[in-house]
């Protein structure tokens, strides 16, 4: 009963050095997110993808590079990590169906820039 | 564009009180409204979601009634528990997939 399984869920960065979140989710859904969440801001929305081989910007996108090469995952790349980097970063996945679009969300990756 | 307001926390309130999170949001269309509860140190969780006007979601004592009218989604619970204590996220989908966030609202149950 896996659902969005996120790794790694910890890690620390220097600033320039790169690294990528890996999103893995075994629900078949078409659709993939990646999220930032930072105090006081809620949840914003880094890219998205709709469907395999697909990908799209969302409200933050700037410094980040994803990449949807198989529909069960969703890959999020920093190619230089910078201290406003450092987040808890969320991956989700959902499926529009007659009831809308529920979405599914990872436990989460702690990422700190230093 | 599309958008979602909550009230600020934290909302403090003693057990067994009456709890009300508001929430407004701003979009064109029909969006799906819901709202997600966050506990410390993990993911976010889905806690009810409403998907028409005047439909009513509910799960573990919480409610919340999409209202077009009034562009709102209110959370309600009749009796909180210490347990209940977390983040709480109204968010609104709409025809695209996206899914628009508020802020968040910090709730703390004291025994």
């Known amino acids: 009963n896996a659902g969005v399984t996120q790794t790694p869920k910890f890690r620390v960065l220097k600033t320039g050095q790169s690294m990528t979140l890996l999103c893995a989710q075994d629900?078949?859904?078409?659709?993939m997110y990646w999220y930032r969440q930072d105090p006081g801001m809620g949840l914003r929305l880094i890219h998205y993808s709709v469907g395999e081989g697909t990908t799209a910007k969302g409200e933050v996108p700037d410094g980040y590079n994803v990449s949807r090469l198989k529909k069960q995952n969703f890959l999020l790349g920093l190619e230089s990590a910078a201290p406003s980097q450092t987040s808890v970063y969320f991956c989700?996945?959902?499926?529009?169906?007659?009831?809308?679009?529920?979405?599914?969300f990872g436990e989460g990756s702690w990422l700190t820039v230093v | 564009g599309n958008s979602v307001t909550q009230m600020e926390g934290p909302v403090t309130l003693s057990e067994e009180a009456f709890l009300t999170i508001n929430c407004t949001y701003t979009a064109t269309g029909y969006p799906s409204l819901f709202w997600y509860v966050q506990y410390p140190g993990e993911g976010l969780q889905l806690l009810l979601k409403?998907?028409?006007?005047?439909d009513k979601g509910s799960n573990k004592g919480f409610e919340a009634t999409y209202r077009k009218e009034t562009t709102s989604f209110h959370l309600e619970k009749g009796s909180v528990q210490v347990s209940d204590s977390a983040v709480y996220f109204c968010a609104l989908s709409s025809n695209t997939g996206k899914l628009i966030f508020g802020q968040g609202t910090t709730l703390q149950v004291k025994p």
């Open positions: 629900m078949n859904h078409e659709y």
């Open positions: 989700a996945s959902s499926r529009m169906d007659r009831d809308g679009n529920t979405i599914y």
């Open positions: 409403a998907t028409k006007a005047d």
